[in-house]
């Protein structure tokens, strides 16, 4: 069954639009049920009810005509309950809805399954047979289990088919992603493709069929002249016969092999990437089909050969594209390379389809203030590439070849959130007091833009988290402890004399040096922070060092340390810091010279944390919350995966109640604390933190005026008595709901949501 499951798979993937993906489904699954009708149905949310989309066995006339209700006859009963169906005489279930314009008549036996994306049911598969009998559960089993493979397939299938459509047709598609950075953009789509392979490329026809078999041929020419130089470069590293199969590769790129096939697709209207797509596609199925191993693995061979002209093709497409003005990059894995070679003027906006919005990349778009939305639909890229798309990156909605009047609607409100942030910025300069005289230091989430982060330095009190790791990840090999020295001279001379809490290196997780890669099955719970830092002490050393050399004669260098969950971990590190310390004097020119030892802190992020800092107060001069991997880890959602990003909520009742328990443990052992995660960048959670105690909130500069400008009209009693009722309730949705009451009972409705009319434009 494996085998028959993986087939129909494949063979449904390889169909250009949606309506050929489901007739070839349904006369697949008929042949190997051996049953004499397969019918799927798509659920129109728009009508609420279900229509015929594709059948083998009923009457091919009522295909995208015939429609049932989403309450109505067995379909209907299948997709409320959502769970399978299998009766032997249908027409007898109580249910059951007679259609004669389906020509359903003769079919007793009944089994039928829902098709369930993102827990929402997309459709309906029915198998019917005349004789009347209940399907086995190895048959149940196997519509089940095909079912819940080709969901996302098919719906995938069905948005590149609606975002195929021509923009002039005024039918706008709709794509539903993740929040990141807030903000709308209104711009032109920018395919970034770092790892191309066929499943990028959707299928597009073109009328100058002489370009296109010239953009092949050249493609063919340079993957030739690849091969050739491979083959030369290791003729002397390898035997002979190993070498011989860069001349196979070369056989099979022959004008009468693979070019003559292309070629001939090209000749039907296809442009050059598709056709290409095509045939590959069908001769790696072939070659699987083969029960020769030695054949079966030629699949392997064709396949490389085909991504390695794909990628030529697409380098010479991209060598003559530009950045529009109006940029909205996109990626399937965003990366702070992508983002640094966009102009800064031109890119307006950020989507990705892999990663979350609390991964780190996203952090790095909202230190940049550019709009960002994550995890959309996973559909082949280029559906995007040159298309004019309107991101309303507060509700996560990505809009495809909008309509005018779309447009105009999200230039009003893009027009009023420009308002909003210039009546932010106006206060810049006033100090962050609320109404009753209470001080809040606002500090600086930097080291990710390295760019922009020069002007930073007057809108803030300091930095309350530097991310060294920054540095490492733009060098090709670790750094020496002198350029280290360099950089960090330059962060401490640029804030004196206001703190600057630099954290060590916190690689792991989502956050890999290309020259250390670190792979692991499940990289959150594993290798990363303090873990590498104490695994390697050289490393360790050399950046305690340098850090505490560019502090001389500064004295506002703080050292914070990442991923700490054991009291075994600090007392190893402050060995470590000693030891830099000793050494570093020892070296010293001057023996009257003291080294200045830095304060020391730690993150707050892993939940044994928060019970050891009775033990650690005696240890450390300082903490900091990490709350986006402290809400991680409390949740267990890993904050990278799109498919959970929803349960990731800092509003949590658990994680509200946590914050509360650090801030009263830190005051009772007089214990400086802050809190450096993306809460506190939001009004809302600044607030909530403030009522508990927090008086230091480190966030990204895009977000400090906003929390200044917030706080300056508030009083602290206000914030204690919206926080005790937030503790008490026992969900988030519950917390927001009064936050949202709060937050317009005291005038802000305006920040509450230029989402809210964003939405209302859709």
């Known amino acids: 069954?494996?085998?028959?499951?993986?087939?129909?798979?494949?063979?449904?993937?390889?169909?250009?639009?949606?309506?050929?993906?489901?007739?070839?489904?349904?006369?697949?699954?008929?042949?190997?049920?051996?049953?004499?009708?397969?019918?799927?149905?798509?659920?129109?949310?728009?009508?609420?009810?279900?229509?015929?989309?594709?059948?083998?066995?009923?009457?091919?006339e009522a295909i995208g005509k015939f429609r049932m209700g989403f309450t109505e006859g067995l379909v209907g009963l299948v997709a409320q309950r959502e769970e399978p169906i299998n009766v032997a005489h249908a027409q007898s279930h109580?249910?059951?809805?007679?259609?004669?314009?389906?020509?359903?008549?003769?079919?007793?036996?009944?089994?039928?399954?829902?098709?369930?994306?993102?827990r929402k049911v997309l459709g309906v598969i029915v198998v019917q047979q005349k004789v009347a009998r209940v399907f086995s559960h190895d048959?149940?089993?196997?519509?089940?289990?095909?079912?819940?493979?080709?969901?996302?397939?098919?719906?995938?299938?069905?948005?590149?088919?609606?975002?195929?459509?021509?923009?002039?047709?005024?039918?706008?598609s709709v794509l539903k992603g993740v929040s990141s950075a807030p903000g709308i953009a209104l711009g032109d789509g920018y395919v970034v493709l770092p790892h191309i392979d066929f499943t990028s490329i959707e299928p597009q026809h073109s009328d100058n069929i002489q370009q296109q078999i010239q953009l092949f041929h050249q493609a063919v020419a340079a993957t030739r002249q690849e091969f050739h130089i491979l083959a030369k470069t290791l003729s002397d590293d390898i035997p002979k016969e190993a070498v011989a199969v860069f001349e196979?590769?070369?056989?099979?790129?022959d004008a009468k092999s693979l070019g003559k096939q292309v070629e001939s697709e090209i000749q039907q209207g296809w442009n050059a990437k598709t056709a290409l797509k095509l045939v590959i596609e069908k001769l790696v199925a072939q070659f699987d089909m083969m029960s020769d191993p030695y054949i079966k693995e030629r699949a392997i061979d064709v396949n490389d050969i085909g991504l390695r002209v794909l990628q030529h093709l697409v380098s010479t497409e991209q060598a003559v594209k530009h950045?529009?003005?109006?940029?909205?990059?996109?990626?399937?894995?965003?990366?702070?390379?992508?983002?640094?070679?966009?102009?800064?003027?031109?890119?307006?906006?950020?989507?990705?389809?892999?990663?979350?919005?609390?991964?780190?990349?996203?952090?790095?778009?909202?230190?940049?203030?550019?709009?960002?939305?994550?995890?959309?639909?996973?559909?082949?890229?280029?559906?995007?590439?040159?298309?004019?798309?309107?991101?309303?990156?507060?509700?996560?909605?990505?809009?495809?070849?909008?309509?005018?009047?779309?447009?105009?609607?999200?230039?009003?409100?893009?027009?009023?959130?420009?308002?909003?942030?210039?009546?932010?910025?106006?206060?810049?300069?006033l100090p962050p007091i609320t109404l009753d005289g209470e001080r809040i230091n606002l500090l600086l989430n930097a080291g990710l833009d390295l760019s922009t982060e020069t002007l930073s330095a007057s809108y803030c009190d300091g930095v309350g988290l530097y991310r060294t790791e920054s540095w490492f990840m733009q060098k090709g090999q670790f750094p020496t402890q002198s350029e280290q020295e360099v950089w960090y001279r330059e962060v401490l001379s640029r804030y004196h004399p206001e703190p600057v809490v630099m954290r060590t290196l916190d690689i792991g997780g989502d956050k890999i040096l290309d020259y250390f890669d670190i792979k692991e099955e499940n990289p959150f719970l594993g290798w990363r922070g303090i873990r590498v830092s104490l695994d390697h002490p050289?490393?360790?050393?050399?950046?305690?060092?340098?850090?505490?050399?560019?502090?001389?004669?500064?004295?506002?260098?703080?050292?914070?340390?990442?991923?700490?969950?054991?009291?075994?971990?600090?007392?190893?590190?402050?060995?470590?810091?000693?030891?830099?310390?000793?050494e570093l004097q020892d070296e010293w020119a001057d023996p009257f010279y003291t080294i200045d030892r830095p304060e020391i802190g730690v993150m707050l992020e892993v939940p044994s944390?928060?019970?050891?800092?009775?033990?650690?107060?005696?240890?450390?001069?300082?903490?900091?919350?990490?709350?986006?991997?402290?809400?991680?880890?409390?949740?267990?959602?890993?904050?990278?995966?799109?498919?959970?990003?929803?349960?990731?909520?800092?509003?949590?009742?658990?994680?509200?109640?946590?914050?509360?328990?650090?801030?009263?443990?830190?005051?009772?052992?007089?214990?400086?604390?802050?809190?450096?995660?993306?809460?506190g960048g939001e009004p809302e959670g600044a607030i909530l933190l403030i009522a508990m105690g927090y008086r230091r909130l480190s966030m990204n500069i895009s977000s400090l005026n906003k929390v200044k400008w917030v706080l300056r009209r508030l009083r602290v009693t206000n914030m204690e008595a919206l926080l005790e009722n937030c503790l008490a309730q026992p969900s988030s949705k519950q917390v927001r709901r009064i936050i949202k009451e709060f937050m317009i009972e005291h005038h802000f409705a305006e920040l509450l949501y230029t989402s809210h009319q964003a939405k209302g434009a859709s």
């Open 538 to 582: 050289e490393l360790f050393l050399d950046q305690i060092k340098a850090m505490i050399k560019a502090n001389a004669g500064l004295g506002n260098l703080q050292i914070m340390l990442p991923m700490v969950g054991h009291s075994e971990e600090i007392d190893e590190a402050m060995a470590l810091i000693e030891q830099a310390c000793f």
């Open 1 to 60: 069954m494996l085998a028959t499951l993986r087939s129909i798979a494949e063979s449904v993937a390889q169909q250009s639009d949606l309506q050929s993906a489901l007739n070839c489904f349904v006369t697949m699954v008929k042949d190997a049920m051996h049953t004499e009708c397969c019918s799927v149905y798509f659920a129109d949310y728009s009508q609420d009810n279900f229509i015929l989309m594709a059948t083998d066995g009923l009457n091919p």
């Open 323 to 429: 950045y529009p003005d109006n940029t909205i990059l996109i990626a399937h894995t965003l990366t702070p390379t992508m983002l640094a070679q966009v102009p800064k003027e031109k890119l307006k906006g950020v989507v990705s389809v892999h990663g979350s919005a609390n991964s780190h990349a996203s952090i790095l778009t909202r230190a940049m203030g550019v709009p960002a939305i994550w995890g959309i639909e996973d559909i082949p890229l280029l559906q995007f590439d040159g298309k004019s798309m309107i991101m309303d990156a507060y509700s996560g909605r990505l809009y495809i070849s909008p309509s005018q009047m779309l447009v105009n609607e999200y230039v009003e409100i893009k027009r009023k959130d420009n308002i909003l942030h210039d009546k932010f910025e106006a206060e810049h300069d």
């Open 94 to 118: 109580p249910r059951f809805k007679l259609s004669p314009e389906v020509n359903e008549e003769g079919y007793n036996a009944f089994l039928s399954v829902p098709v369930v994306h993102q």
């Open 139 to 172: 048959e149940e089993s196997f519509l089940i289990t095909l079912s819940a493979q080709l969901a996302s397939q098919l719906a995938n299938t069905e948005i590149q088919t609606l975002l195929q459509q021509d923009a002039s047709s005024h039918r706008t």
């Open 609 to 679: 944390s928060v019970y050891l800092l009775p033990e650690w107060s005696k240890k450390i001069d300082f903490c900091s919350v990490g709350s986006n991997d402290l809400t991680q880890y409390l949740l267990a959602v890993d904050r990278t995966n799109a498919q959970v990003a929803d349960l990731f909520d800092p509003y949590h009742p658990s994680v509200l109640r946590v914050l509360n328990q650090i801030a009263q443990q830190c005051e009772l052992h007089e214990l400086p604390f802050s809190l450096c995660g993306e809460l």
């Open 248 to 253: 196979v590769y070369q056989q099979l790129l």
